[in-house]
């Protein structure tokens, strides 16, 4: 009865709230898991007393066990928060970095990292997910530093040789990202498949379909259409209902349809060029 009693009153208290049932369920999940896991042990301390005033202490060993195992995965989600924390620092310094290099790409990446993580939401990826997308989306054209400035500010089409050296840079953005090493080495697996298409004609590895992580899927649609949405070196920004109309166009082929549908959804809650930093 008292473990019926809290469900309700927590689903209760969201309804109450306005907050989604689906997102706090998940949210608590593990909460309730343990619950129900202490419901049988409490009922067989119940019966094994027999009514007995002190037959609470027969708990007390298992009490403590349970605050020692409390305490050091309290510890462990701390460690865990202050890595994380530390990667995001160096994301960032990253992202500065191209920034000072390439003004344009700086704030493009930036552009792309509120509508990723709009899209994210939209398509219910959860917490270590919907991060994994800011970082690959910050990060996604760090390689670009390692390609010369007159091919990155061309003003007009590239050379075949050009288009070469440039489409290296996710190449390179997944090295350096190695180089740094833990989660955002997994990072630079997701930034070296950005620019894979969804019928396979991407580079560089020629991945396709559901082959493409679906994060490196998202930013390459989110990074698309911050791009057509801005003005560039060789030509001006496409308007934003043109712009919508080529992301249906190239639903199948260059985009993953389900993102597509996702991106347009969200798109129209923003005015092109002038996304909000992520928070």
Known sequence: VGLLTQFAIDVGTWAALGHSPRGQARALAVAWRVDLALTPIALALVAAGGGRTYAFLLGLPLVALLAEFARHRSASVGQAEALSEAYL??????GDVVEADDSYTGFHSRDVVALVLDVSDRMGLDEDARHKARLTALLHDVGKVAIPNEIIRKPGPLTPEERTVIEGHTVEGERMLNQVGGLLADIGGLVRSCHERWDGGGYPDRLAGDGIPLIAR???ACDAFSAMT???????AMTHDSAIAELHRCAGTHFDPAVVAALVAVAERHEPGRLDQAA
Do not use: M, N, P
């Open 218 to 220: 998202i930013v390459c």
């Open 230 to 236: 801005t003005d560039r070196s060789y030509r001006a």
């Open 89 to 94: 620092g160096t994301a960032l310094l990253l």
